[in-house]
């Protein structure tokens, strides 16, 4: 079938709500690139450990004895039993509740109850170590894994992606999560949600006009730096920062060119080109991790302006359903009244109850449910926004930086990408007639 | 009356069982509120609420220790106050913000079925603590219900005219939110 066109702007309806688009993704997607994880702060201490899907696999995050993070299938070697049954919990070893096999946080079998009574001599315990992922890496706190033996090197993988999560998690420390995650289960295919969180700027004055009205972003009133900026020159970008990786930057066009990060301490300030002034960042990292930071101005109470950080997957559940994962990120080194500041306006903004997600919930499951009749499912999804924006080739910044805040750009990369490897392996209809 | 006398102990954390009297005067103020929360009646609901009152619903998580609690300690899904329910959630309804709340307009059709109400004496002559289960049913659209147990516990305080809500904390079953949306009072 045809996913995409020629000049990456339409892309099949098919691609979303197809449950065979779906299980090929499931191979040559989900099973060709690096998948995040989990937060190193959620495994903290040796022992630590958390369970999760992950691309559709069920899989146990730990650190191990020797203090590394390991990631294992929750499913034991010999008969596929759950291992580990909490989603949180601290643990040297992993008893099978089956037959009693034993595991090492490190993965390697230890115990086998009556070994030599039920297996031949020649029985190898070294053959049934829990399966690990070829691959393991960490990138700024960021545990990911690929199931790709070809995959490759991380840093390689997330290209100029690098430079802006550098800004994005490392501010004046180490960032780590205020807790569990959040979940939900939403009606809508996965790919949505990075669609959306890619960079789309252009549904924020319609989806997002009832957070706006009521002064929580976009406004002058709330900061002292932001008294004499001029609101119709927002500056936005949009990046494409290699392999489907995509962000926009919006910034305010302040009075002065003294730096000003709104909502955050100045001791943490990271990447001042990149940051200052910023009214929001948003982006996704191919192919379901998305990412936010922003500066709440009004969270309806005394809470002064504060900046937060989230970190968000979109779990592949089916063609019509994800899993959306929240993980409210904070600086390390923040004081109790800091961490609580941020922590509230990222969950009454951003999340399961926030003012932004409210509504786009809507949009979301509108979606699932207006493309389930065979004609609905004929048309495309269209993506020609900002064909005519023209690269900003005097910034610094790294990757293709579009001149435009309400664009598409960012979408046609996610597709492309997704495309790229949907097709790669696939035979045409003609080689599969021959 | 003593807990002893109904049958039941000590519940750790809570202070002995409120009088009858007590316990039936807290039933009837979370019944009146039900009502209200039923009509997303926020202009009626937010004068129940307390000048100090906080709304939490932590994340629920499943844990390999028994003795653990299973609700986080430090990760919330909900964290609100009288100041911010008022400002951001009600206001949201009000006629010239509706048209825009696309999450909440058309208005979900919620039920709650408030049950096992308990209330315990406090160290404050003037406070209860409130144990009470909630089943919340949601229908959106034409969609199927979904319906969504949780524990609630309240910390409720006198009023000449009855009680006045100081806290409110819900621990849902569901580690998995299956609600269109959680901008909900459970």
Known sequence: ?434 | MDTAAVGAGPVPGLGPAADDATTRSVERFLYNEALILDRHAYSDWIPLLEDDFVYEVPVTITRDNPALPSHSETAFLVEENRDSLASLWARRLEPEHIEFAWGENPLLRVRHFVTNVTAFETAKPDEVDVRANVLLTVVRQSDPVVMTPAARADRLRRRGDGWGLVKRTVYLDEAVVTLPHLRLII
């Open chain 1, 1 to 434: 079938m045809r996913r995409v066109d020629a000049a990456g702007a339409r892309v099949s309806r098919e691609a979303f709500w197809d449950q065979r688009q779906f299980d090929l993704e499931m191979e040559r997607i989900f099973g060709r690139v690096w998948l995040f994880a989990a937060h190193e702060s959620e495994v903290a201490t040796p022992g630590d450990y958390i369970t999760r899907r992950v691309g559709g696999e069920d899989v146990i995050v730990t650190r191990d004895e020797a203090g590394e993070c390991r990631v294992f299938l929750n499913s034991c070697p010999h008969r596929g039993t759950q291992l580990c049954r909490a989603d949180i919990g601290n643990t040297s070893h992993f008893r099978c509740s089956y037959h009693g096999w034993t595991f090492a946080n490190s993965g390697r079998l230890r115990g086998v109850p009556e070994r030599n009574e039920v297996f031949a001599a020649d029985f190898d315990k070294s053959n049934f170590n829990l399966v690990e992922p070829p691959h393991v890496d960490v990138f700024e706190g960021l545990i990911f894994i690929s199931w790709n033996p070809d995959a490759p090197p991380l840093r390689e993988e997330l290209a100029d992606l690098t430079w802006y999560l550098e800004a994005f998690l490392s501010k004046g420390g180490s960032l780590e999560v205020a807790g569990p995650p959040a979940r939900m289960l939403v009606r809508t295919n996965w790919k949505i949600g990075a669609d959306n969180f890619c960079g789309d700027g252009y549904h924020l004055a319609t989806t997002h006009k009832s957070a706006i009205d009521m002064g929580t972003y976009l406004g002058t009133h709330a900061v002292p730096q932001l008294r004499d900026a001029d609101m119709s020159q927002m500056r936005g970008r949009c990046v494409l920062a290699g392999n489907g990786h995509t962000l926009r930057v919006q910034r305010y066009t302040l009075a002065t060119d003294e730096p000003a990060f709104l909502g955050f301490p100045e001791e943490g300030w990271p990447q001042i080109d990149l940051m200052s002034g910023l009214s929001v960042l948003h982006g996704n990292l191919f192919p379901n991790l998305s990412f936010i930071e922003s500066c709440v101005l009004d969270a309806g109470d005394d809470t002064p302006p504060t900046a937060y950080q989230q970190i968000r997957v979109w779990e592949p559940v089916d063609s019509m359903h994800c899993e959306l994962v929240v993980w409210t990120l904070v600086p390390d080194w923040f004081t109790d009244e800091q961490r609580m500041h941020s922590q509230r306006v990222n969950i009454r903004m951003i999340g399961l109850a926030g003012l932004f997600d409210t509504d786009d919930f809507q949009n979301w499951v509108s979606l699932a449910d207006m493309n389930r009749g065979r004609m609905a499912r004929t048309g495309d999804f269209v993506y020609e926004g900002g064909v005519h924006h023209a690269r900003d080739h005097d910034i610094a910044w790294p990757g293709a930086v579009y001149h435009a805040d309400h664009s598409e750009v960012n979408q046609r990369e996610l597709y492309r990408r997704w495309a790229e490897l949907m097709e790669t392996g696939e035979r045409s209809p003609e080689e599969v007639s021959a």
